[in-house]
C-alpha cells in the first residue's frame, strides 16, 4: 500500500532513530510528515513528477513522540545549511528542552536518493516563524 512504501523508504533512511535527538526505543519513535504536499504541488514548489503524499517518502522523516510533538506544534524548525550540506535544527520557539539541539546537524543525509525535499522545510520554517513571531533563536 501507499501508506507501507512510505514507512519503509523513510525507515531505509533514517533507520530507527529519531533524525534530531537519536532516541531509539522500539515503538517510541515515529515516521512524520514534514507539510501539507498537495498545496506545495500546486504551487510548484514540490515536482510535478513527484509522487502523492502517501507514497512520497521524501515528505517525512522519523521522530521521537517528544520530537514529533514538538515538530508538529511548530516549536522548532529544520534549515538546510548549504555551506555545511547538513539539515540543522533551529529552536526557534526558544524551549528550554530545545536548547542542547539548536545548531546542530539533524541525521538526515541531504545526498540520499529519498531525502526530503529543501522547500519543504522552508515552507515549514515560515509557518514557525508566524507561529512565534515574538521569539527569535540564538543564531
Known amino acids: 500500500s501507499g501508506s507501507q512504501e512510505f514507512d519503509s523508504g523513510i525507515q531505509l533512511r ?13 515503538r517510541t519513535v515515529d515516521t512524520a510528515h514534514i507539510d501539507t504536499w498537495h498545496a506545495m504541488k500546486q504551487h ?3 515536482p510535478a513528477a513527484a509522487k502523492s503524499v502517501v507514497h512520497e517518502s521524501r515528505n517525512g522523516m522519523r521522530l521521537c513522540k517528544n520530537c514529533h510533538y514538538g515538530f508538529d506544534h511548530h516549536h522548532f524548525c529544520i ?12 529552536n526557534w520557539a526558544c524551549f528550554r528542552e530545545y536548547v542542547p539541539f539548536h545548531g546542530l546537524a539533524l541525521r538526515l543525509d541531504p545526498n540520499h536518493r529519498l531525502a526530503p525535499f529543501v522547500t519543504l522545510f522552508l515552507w515549514r520554517e515560515r509557518t514557525v516563524r508566524a ?3 515574538f521569539s527569535q533563536p540564538v543564531p
Open 79 to 90: 534549515r538546510f545549511v548549504p555551506q555545511r550540506e547538513e539539515y540543522v535544527f533551529v
Open 131 to 133: 507561529n512565534n513571531q
Open 44 to 46: 510548484g514548489w514540490i
Open 14 to 26: 533514517d533507520g530507527d532513530c529519531c533524525v534530531v535527538c537519536g532516541h531509539g526505543v522500539p
